[in-house]
């Protein structure tokens, strides 16, 4: 596991699940050498690349792949005022694409992730776990001890209630890292050398009421389900914060999986992550999200939705508002970031004029 | 993983770790032949069996094992009419165990319970399994996607709150079985030749407000910190229900663990579970427990302790207070069930006369 799979182990034959129905969304900012190694994986998908930084630059992606690319100019075009709502010089842009995707679920990867080995040395299909995640059901209200019933050789143990045997709609799915692992900069410094190399044969459901630290590094979605809540917020430049976009997204979108009964699950797959980000940059991005988030999220473990927030738009519209009035105290950004969230659920309304989607199904 | 390892693969040298503050709780009605393949791991620490059933026949036990044995005639001696509280012909008989030690921490297991291979073929030690998850923090403000940060190789992933990474005392530790898994008996009558192959490499903090069904086959705790919370209640002989002895012990003690702060732990160390019991004989002591859980659970999970039950005898008699408030229109069983509860606590305080333990610490 110390070393990412090579461009042969990753070439097994492919069956590609949900290929009409799945877009993968790459934020970068140079030329798309990775995805050579998850061509066996990825070339059967459409992928949305939005291009951060100058947009004058050209993004080189190999051959035989089918894409669409956004820079700035292009977002700004779409978009016009309202793109104001999009960080620049941040992953965060990469929600960008959620908007302007019309698929029914989204799988989204850095452009430092490799493909991974499991134990026995098999290349790991990330997107294919990711699927078998957001297409079997979630169990948030009640703790199986033996993981995610739905596996295969799975189940529920004695004491499970069978009235919750069902479980609920599957909103996300959270992949994991092997080799650099996703630490804050202060981890980073204190253990530089640290790196993942156990692999934990599990999918689990964060049960309802839990938050999680989400990670935008491997992460799926299904949009028709959960789509408007996932905004990175405001991060980068020209901003008092960088590297808290995903941690933003998976605190709302969490409060509104628990308040609309969907389902979050973590664990596998693990993708291969090259290479740490650099520690002291890191460390300017985050200081401020390190101690705001000492405060933040008992806000959002405190959250309560109204009984008539019933779609994803009107969740997302009530928490800006929350934002606004607890969280501006914080810090003036908050008051920006509530005003963003809104500017957000406008835009996406816009680009998705089909209407607001009711608890997941559709209007 | 499909066979339990042998003595010679569990021969390995020991460390026996806390050996004067734990000791080992077996409930049995037959000779403990099981024992011999556990000795490397056992034998260092005190047992304390628990003969249920015909108090005439003899419990042979393998020589060499420092251990001390009750009867039925031993618990009514020890306890007179308090006796009525301890189950008879059911496992939940072993909280009687639980009683009469005078460790600070309690490991039990069942007989039919062998040493199981970790994936690498090398016998597991579940007992120091357990005590390294009791003598490490546990989290259960906040979930840690890399699970565990108190195991060696895990650390707290960016977004994890630095004010929460001291963690909580951690009250029990909840291992899990491979071969035969524990099903109830509508699984096993549909599945009976499902086996549990998969070793899930994990150890982690089932979060605060979440309950889970807790089994008693492979389970260590802190008695200092939860002990009175550990009854396994009215079950077996003379009792419309069986099999709901550990279920009831893992409500009570998880809604007192965060009640006051204290962690549980579910995972690793796995067991081999060698026979799976009669289901037939299992559907006739479940069924009721089947339904009734359909409504115990949920008042379990909303169950609230006044502030002022500051130590787990004060959450345990206000607990059963509310059992007899709300369960007892479930079934009349419920009223029998509160007042045990309630004999439980003076039998408890009557053999364990240092007085009540706030928040863990001795008073």
């Given at each position: 596991m ?10 097994a ?9 799945l ?11 990775f995805?050579e190694?998850?061509?066996?994986f990825?070339?059967?998908y459409?992928?949305?690349i ?24 292009d977002?700004?075009r779409?978009?016009?005022p ?7 010089k ?12 019309k698929?029914?679920y989204i799988f989204?990867?850095?452009?430092d ?5 499991d ?6 299909n ?16 009640f703790f199986n ?6 596996r ?27 080799n650099i692992p ?10 530089p ?8 044969d ?9 938050l999680f ?19 990175f ?18 605190w709302?979108?969490k ?17 291969f ?21 000492e ?9 309560v939705?109204?009984?008539?927030c019933?779609?994803v ?29 809104v ?5 996406w ?15």
């Amino acid at each position: 596991m110390a070393e990412p799979a090579t461009a042969t182990q990753a070439a097994a034959p492919v069956v590609a699940l949900l290929k009409d129905e799945l877009d993968i969304v790459i934020p970068t900012i140079r030329n798309l050498d990775f995805l050579e190694m998850w061509r066996p994986f990825f070339q059967p998908y459409h992928l949305i690349i939005v291009q951060d930084g100058d947009p004058s630059k050209t993004i080189k992606v190999p051959e035989g792949f089918d894409y669409e690319l956004y820079n700035r100019n292009d977002i700004n075009r779409i978009l016009g005022p309202k793109a104001s709502c999009i960080s620049f010089k941040d992953s965060a842009c990469r929600c960008f694409g959620y908007m302007v995707s019309k698929k029914k679920y989204i799988f989204t990867i850095d452009d430092d992730c490799f493909v991974a080995k499991d134990p026995s040395g098999k290349a790991i299909n990330a997107l294919e776990q990711h699927i078998k995640n957001l297409l079997s059901p979630s169990t948030p209200f009640f703790f199986n001890t033996l993981y995610d019933p739905f596996r295969e050789g799975a189940n529920f143990v004695r004491g499970y209630p069978f009235s919750l045997r069902e479980g609920v709609p599957t909103a996300a799915s959270h992949g994991l890292w092997l080799n650099i692992p996703d630490y804050d900069a202060p981890t980073q410094l204190v253990k530089p050398l640290e790196r993942n190399t156990r692999y934990v044969d599990v999918v689990l459901t964060i049960p309802k009421g839990t938050l999680f630290p989400m990670c935008g590094m491997n992460l799926a979605f299904n949009r028709e389900l959960i789509g408007p809540a996932m905004y990175f917020g405001l991060m980068g430049d020209g901003q008092p914060i960088g590297r808290y976009d995903d941690m933003w997204a998976g605190w709302c979108t969490k409060v509104i999986c628990d308040h609309l009964g969907l389902g979050v699950k973590t664990g596998l797959p693990y993708i291969f992550h090259s290479k740490a980000s650099n520690p002291f940059v890191n460390l300017r991005k985050e200081y401020k999200g390190i101690y705001w988030q000492e405060e933040i999220i008992p806000f959002f473990q405190q959250a309560v939705l109204p009984k008539d927030c019933t779609t994803v738009q009107k969740c997302y519209i009530e928490l800006a508002k929350q934002v606004k009035e607890k969280l501006s105290k914080v810090d003036p950004y908050f008051d920006n970031q509530a005003d963003a969230m809104v500017t957000w659920i406008e835009a996406w309304d816009e680009l998705n004029p089909t209407g607001p989607v009711p608890n997941g199904k559709a209007a």
